[in-house]
């Protein structure tokens, strides 16, 4: 186990097989040492976390959602790395992407669920860009979908 996966393993996560793709797309596209993972969305071992923040889900369950799609995201990282997630040099960017009513504005809130979860498990190379938007809808009823351009070597 390398030094990211015994990071995230003290923090009590384990990386689960990456999950596939749900239509007709591939989950990651590699572009020199550029890796673009797709949406990734709030899909638990237990299924699919859905919820409309600002209706019938709050923005601490929703962070919980959106930590859940950080795990996936390192999961296709892991998956692109052929295992080694170590090969992971940053994480540059992650696009967020709320479920949520108009009237709600703390998408920011929510997708810290993500930013923390990566900033603890990888510190430097955790530090990245990011959106956090509203949607009015998003697949399968999720709270939560997060996409990502990473640096891997």
Same mark, same amino acid.
């Given at each position: 186990?390398?030094?990211?996966? #015994?990071?995230?393993?003290?923090?009590?996560?384990?990386?689960?097989?990456?999950?596939?793709?749900?239509?007709? @797309?591939? %989950? @990651?596209?590699?572009?020199?040492?550029?890796? @673009?993972? #797709? =949406?990734?969305? #709030?899909?638990? %071992?237990?299924? %699919?976390? &859905?919820? &409309?923040?600002?209706?019938?889900?709050?923005?601490? *369950?929703?962070?919980?959602?959106? &930590?859940? !799609?950080?795990?996936?995201?390192?999961?296709?990282?892991?998956? *692109? !790395?052929?295992?080694?997630?170590?090969?992971?040099?940053?994480?540059?960017?992650?696009? =967020?992407?709320?479920? $949520?009513? %108009?009237?709600?504005?703390?998408?920011?809130?929510?997708?810290?669920?993500? #930013?923390?979860?990566?900033?603890?498990?990888?510190?430097?190379?955790?530090?990245? /860009?990011? /959106?956090?938007? $509203? $949607?009015?809808?998003?697949?399968?009823?999720?709270?939560?979908?997060?996409?990502?351009?990473?640096?891997? &070597?």
């Amino acid at each position: 186990m390398g030094q990211f996966e #015994s990071k995230l393993a003290e923090m009590g996560v384990t990386l689960p097989e990456a999950p596939v793709p749900v239509a007709n @797309y591939v %989950p @990651y596209v590699q572009v020199g040492d550029m890796l @673009y993972v #797709s =949406g990734q969305i #709030s899909l638990g %071992p237990d299924g %699919p976390i &859905k919820g &409309k923040l600002g209706d019938d889900m709050d923005a601490e *369950a929703g962070a919980e959602a959106a &930590k859940v !799609c950080a795990i996936n995201l390192l999961a296709q990282v892991k998956a *692109a !790395c052929g295992g080694d997630l170590d090969r992971l040099v940053r994480v540059v960017k992650l696009g =967020g992407f709320v479920n $949520s009513t %108009p009237d709600f504005t703390d998408q920011p809130v929510v997708i810290n669920g993500a #930013s923390n979860l990566i900033g603890e498990a990888l510190g430097d190379a955790g530090k990245h /860009a990011r /959106a956090a938007v $509203s $949607s009015p809808s998003l697949p399968l009823g999720v709270a939560v979908e997060i996409d990502g351009v990473f640096q891997i &070597k």
